[in-house]
Nanobody, 130 residues
Framework: QVELVESGGGWVQAGSSLRLSCTPN??????????MGWFRQAPGKKREAVAA???????SYADSVKGRFTISSDKGKNILSLHINNAQPEDPGIYSC??????????????????????WGQGTQVTVSS
């Protein structure tokens, strides 16, 4: 069973930056190039796919974060990251990383939906203060 662990959440001032990290508790799933994604869920809202990365480094973003968020994977360190730049009032929520469980090549402009992912982390809370 793949277990993903997120870190880096917390308070960030609007307009500032934050870096979230995700690493498997056991196994080299990021190092192996599995397709990964970041999701967020704000209170009272459904979970939203914000960014994804495929096995070849191809990335996709939700329109609401394009130009401000950057997803990256460090295969050497087996870490998936999400850089949040210019945080906005609509960015707060629980951010979770997810693993499809296999390698793939992205075939669409938007991040894949949640039901395409098999393994999830518990999430890390991000709060934006104005």
């Amino acid at each position: 069973q793949v277990e993903l662990v997120e870190s880096g959440g917390g308070w960030v001032q609007a307009g500032s930056s934050l870096r979230l990290s995700c690493t498997p508790n056991d196994g080299n799933y990021i190092k192996n190039g599995n397709c990964m994604g970041w999701f967020r869920q704000a209170p009272g809202k459904k979970r939203e796919a914000v960014a994804a990365i495929d096995s070849f480094g191809g990335t996709s973003y939700a329109d609401s974060v394009k130009g401000r968020f950057t997803i990256s994977s460090d295969k050497g360190k087996n870490i998936l990251s999400l850089h949040i730049n210019n945080a906005q009032p609509e960015d707060p929520g629980i951010y979770s990383c997810a693993d499809k469980g296999y390698r793939c090549r992205a075939s669409r402009w938007l991040p894949p939906p949640a039901d395409e992912y098999s393994y999830w982390g518990q999430g890390t809370q991000v709060t934006v203060s104005s």
